[in-house]
Structures are given as structure tokens and as C-alpha cells.
């Protein structure tokens, strides 16, 4: 996203997300690498196209870093529920950050 090139794993991603906020710790000191991690992460969430309950769960999981079982018990959703939206929103950030085109939903 930012002007450097970098290419980011479904591993980093996914392991980014985790330590979501150990990043922003490190960014509001300013870290550089942590500014750059942090902004392609916020940029791509935003262009992701993620569903309302899909930028729920990662409002309060990464953003307010609950467990997936709190995220899960918030939202009214089992936790198996909340892992898979987790697991779709690290997709669609990693092929956002790796310049991939979601795919289109199917017209009906």
C-alpha cells in the first residue's frame, strides 16, 4: 500500500493482526516499520469490503483486542462463528495488501 515494496504472507497477516496492538504501541512510539504495517492494515480493512458483522469482529478483536470468545459473546455469534469471519477479513486483507482482486459476488 505505502510507496515501498513489500509482499506480506497470509502468515503475516494473520500474525499481524494478532499482535494488532503491539503494533499501535510501538507505532504511537514512533516506530517506523510499525506506522508502515499499521496504515497498509487500516488502508486495506477499509477497502476490503468487509461485511458490517465482518467490521465488528475486527473492531473488537483487533482493535479492542478481545479474545475471539468475548468477540464472539459481544457480538451474539458462536466463537467457531467469529474465527471464520476472522479467517475471511485475513483473506481479503492479504489480498488487498498484495494488490489481488477480491473476487465479485455472482449475480443471481
Same mark, same amino acid.
Given at each position: +500500500?505505502?510507496?515501498?515494496?513489500?509482499?506480506?504472507?497470509?502468515?503475516?497477516?494473520?500474525?499481524? *493482526?494478532?499482535? &494488532? &496492538?503491539? @503494533?499501535? !504501541?510501538?507505532?504511537?512510539?514512533?516506530?517506523?516499520?510499525?506506522?508502515?504495517?499499521?496504515?497498509?492494515? +487500516?488502508?486495506?480493512?477499509?477497502?476490503?469490503?468487509?461485511?458490517?458483522?465482518?467490521?465488528?469482529? @475486527?473492531?473488537?478483536? @483487533? +482493535?479492542?483486542?478481545?479474545?475471539?470468545?468475548? !468477540?464472539?459473546?459481544?457480538?451474539?455469534?458462536?466463537?467457531?462463528?467469529?474465527?471464520?469471519?476472522?479467517?475471511?477479513?485475513?483473506?481479503?486483507?492479504?489480498?488487498?495488501?498484495?494488490? +489481488?482482486? *477480491?473476487?465479485?459476488?455472482?449475480?443471481?
Amino acid at each position: +500500500m505505502q510507496g515501498i515494496e513489500v509482499e506480506y504472507s497470509m502468515k503475516s497477516v494473520r500474525n499481524i *493482526l494478532e499482535n &494488532f &496492538f503491539h @503494533f499501535r !504501541t510501538c507505532m504511537d512510539k514512533g516506530n517506523i516499520d510499525a506506522i508502515i504495517i499499521i496504515t497498509d492494515i +487500516m488502508e486495506a480493512s477499509k477497502k476490503a469490503k468487509l461485511t458490517p458483522r465482518q467490521k465488528q469482529v @475486527f473492531y473488537y478483536r @483487533f +482493535m479492542l483486542e478481545y479474545t475471539q470468545k468475548e !468477540t464472539a459473546d459481544i457480538l451474539g455469534i458462536t466463537q467457531s462463528t467469529a474465527l471464520e469471519h476472522i479467517e475471511d477479513i485475513t483473506i481479503k486483507i492479504y489480498r488487498l495488501l498484495n494488490g +489481488m482482486e *477480491l473476487r465479485k459476488p455472482r449475480s443471481a
